[in-house]
T-cell receptor, first 115, second 116 residues
Framework: DAGITQSPRHKVTETGTPVTLRCHQTENHRYMYWYRQDPGHGLRLIHYSYGVKDTDKGEVSDGYSVSRSKTEDFLLTLESATSSQTSVYFC??????????????FGSGTRLTVV | AQSVTQLGSHVSVSEGALVLLRCNYSSSVPPYLFWYVQYPNQGLQLLLKYTSAATLVKGINGFEAEFKKSETSFHLTKPSAHMSDAAEYFCAVTSYSGAGSYQLTFGKGTKLSVIP
């Protein structure tokens, strides 16, 4: 989707190194989410943000941290990458304004391989 | 907590045959339900959503889904499968995550294969 971009698209990193993934949006949406997708598990929420500097944990947050210093950027950091964090990471945005039925717009994903 | 269960991780249909992908939900409040489609190496795209209006919801690419409260189901159907429908399909339900924010909880996905 043109309003949301993820970078990098692919990354190979070594175990124990820090990694930062970036999600950038041009829609001025308040809510941003990081998911990971693994075979047999579907998408699982890592962290989400409900405003600048406002973030909270999701279902699988261990080993991950996030930051949001501007409305348009939501960063996901793997403090010390492990092989279990090899996955495809998706960012999503939403402009809920209390409407539960809006749904999300997803980025194209980042494929991360930890060796 | 709200959740969805998709029955069948893989479904194969012949081209021109009916597509039926099953989703059952669990929710303590009236649910908002979604179907997303993911084509290879792409992100997820919204197919359709149920937001408590009509129980039969029509989406893109000829797909539709019917909300059945008595069966806690939201199955996705298409009368005639096309080769381009081959993808992975995800059912999702909205749940409240605090601070005025809602999050989507996804099923594990169903991969649809279409046989020529």
């Amino acid at each position: 989707d043109a309003g949301i971009t993820q970078s990098p698209r692919h990354k190979v990193t070594e175990t124990g190194t820090p990694v930062t993934l970036r999600c950038h949006q041009t829609e001025n949406h308040r809510y941003m989410y990081w998911y990971r997708q693994d075979p047999g598990h579907g998408l699982r929420l890592i962290h989400y943000s409900y405003g600048v500097k406002d973030t909270d944990k999701g279902e699988v947050s261990d080993g991950y941290s996030v930051s949001r210093s501007k409305t348009e950027d939501f960063l996901l950091t793997l403090e010390s990458a492990t092989s279990s964090q090899t996955s495809v990471y998706f960012c999503a945005i939403s402009d809920r304004r209390g409407d539960r039925g809006y749904g999300y717009t997803f980025g194209s994903g980042t494929r991360l391989t930890v060796v | 907590a709200q959740s969805v269960t998709q029955l069948g991780s893989h479904v194969s249909v012949s081209e021109g045959a009916l597509v039926l992908l099953r989703c059952n939900y669990s929710s303590s409040v009236p649910p908002y339900l979604f179907w997303y489609v993911q084509y290879p190496n792409q992100g997820l795209q919204l197919l359709l959503k149920y937001t408590s209006a009509a129980t039969l919801v029509k989406g893109i690419n000829g797909f539709e889904a019917e909300f059945k409260k008595s069966e806690t189901s939201f199955h996705l159907t298409k009368p005639s499968a096309h080769m381009s429908d081959a993808a992975e399909y995800f059912c999702a339900v909205t749940s409240y995550s605090g601070a005025g924010s809602y999050q989507l909880t996804f099923g594990k996905g169903t991969k649809l294969s279409v046989i020529p």
